[in-house]
């Protein structure tokens, strides 16, 4: 088989150097690259670089080889086009359809699935005309992803540092795989949750679960790369920021509730995949709980936690928003699936059965999707974004 086509264009940011990396997971993974720098990224990696790495020729003119005409033949024949950085100046030019040199014109020639990965100073992303060139392009049918935060150049510290090149690829993996140019959940907004809940009973120690938020994860990563904006909130998870998500980090239960309330007035679609506890401590130990000889321990008092699925489906917080929640299972798994997708009132229950060697911690899962409406969707074993692209098909037909 022909190895899937990427054209990645490198636009002068400082950032430069990391697309280095970017360029060998495509290349690692089986993917034939060919990188068309502007002049100006060329200031911070040459040509040579780029050349050795993909092992195909680069260029930034029109000009080269007039004959194969690679200004028009190399957007006609990519898969995928991923620029990164993407630079304020490079997305100004792409939405307004600007072509001066070879990367604006592969761009206006691609007709495959264009990812820009934003990289720029907090004042330049936050400008109104840079906003509105984001916006032009998602419109088009771009994914745009989203800065990071963190040390941009001098002492600079905020939103705008190129997303980790791994959290790109990623992203660019889930676009080809689903070999389609238009993202259908663009210009929709969607919260998920993710990882487990700790509930503290003194300054060492807490009550929690095996959640590793991998699951939650996909489900965020996968959004994104289908032109959503994505707010993720995450309990204690100590996995890295996908790529152009929203990042909220939670510990407990109320203030996972507290972040979701925040955060699902404007959402299209809320996915609570957070391993949530149902119980907390009555009272909080101000000193490490310490044993005592010839005494039994004093008994820990349990409380309720809020039901925040139940509450944010039967208090939707806007017209069509469709909930979707989780149900962790151990026995009678559907039947008791059945039961919670009626009491929570949520529009889909992702039901799984878990154990200790079962999905908590692993690469893969395998559910099945119970509806409202009656229906069930199997998703067999297989890695979590499979399950990810299942639940966003279903969502993404609820939202019309």
């Not at 030019?93 to 264009?114: E, F, W």
């Not at 204690?236 to 509730?257: F, Y």
């Amino acid at each position: 088989m022909d190895k899937p086509k990427v054209v990645l264009g490198v636009s002068g940011g400082i950032a430069a150097y990391k697309a280095c990396e970017l360029l060998r997971r495509l290349s690692e993974s089986g993917h034939d690259v060919r990188v068309v720098p502007t002049a100006s990224a060329l200031h911070f990696v040459g040509a040579a670089t780029w050349s050795a790495l993909s092992g195909n020729p680069v260029s930034t003119e029109v000009w080269d080889d007039v004959h194969e005409v690679p200004h028009v033949r190399i957007g006609q024949h990519a898969d995928l086009v991923v620029v990164a950085p993407a630079t304020a100046d490079i997305l100004a030019k792409a939405a307004h359809g600007l072509a001066d040199d070879l990367l604006t014109n592969t761009l206006l020639t691609a007709r495959c699935p264009v990812v820009f990965a934003s990289a720029m100073h907090t004042e330049m992303w936050e400008h109104p005309a840079t906003q509105e060139n984001v916006a032009t392009l998602r419109r088009r049918g771009a994914v745009v992803i989203e800065p990071a935060v963190g040390r941009l150049t001098g002492v600079d510290t905020g939103k705008g540092r190129l997303p980790d090149p791994t959290e790109i690829y990623a992203i660019c993996r889930r676009v080809l795989s689903r070999g389609v140019t238009e993202p259908d959940l663009k210009g929709r907004h969607v919260v998920v949750s993710a990882g487990g809940t700790r509930e503290p009973l003194d300054p060492v120690r807490f009550l929690g679960n095996r959640s590793s938020g991998k699951q939650g994860y996909a489900l965020a990563r996968t959004a994104a790369a289908r032109g959503a904006r994505v707010t993720l909130i995450a309990a204690n998870t100590g996995l890295p920021d996908p790529a152009g998500v929203d990042v909220v980090q939670v510990g407990t239960a109320v203030q996972l509730r507290e972040a979701v309330l925040k955060a699902t007035p404007d959402a299209d679609a809320v996915v609570m995949a957070a391993a949530v506890a149902d119980f907390r401590p009555e009272t909080y130990a101000a000193g490490k709980i310490k044993k005592k000889d010839g005494q039994d321990p004093d008994p820990i008092v349990l409380v309720r936690n809020p039901d925040i699925l139940a509450e944010i489906s039967t208090e939707r917080a806007r017209p069509g928003q469709v909930i979707v929640g989780f149900a962790a299972e151990t026995d009678d798994v559907l039947a008791n699936g059945r039961t919670k997708l009626e009491r929570k009132g949520c529009d889909l229950l992702v039901v799984n059965e878990v154990g200790e060697r079962k999905t908590f911690g692993s690469e893969e899962n395998e559910a099945v999707i119970l509806g409202a409406d009656g229906s069930e969707t199997p998703a067999h074993r297989g890695p979590k974004e499979h399950l990810a692209e299942t639940v966003w098909d279903l969502v993404a037909e609820r939202l019309g």
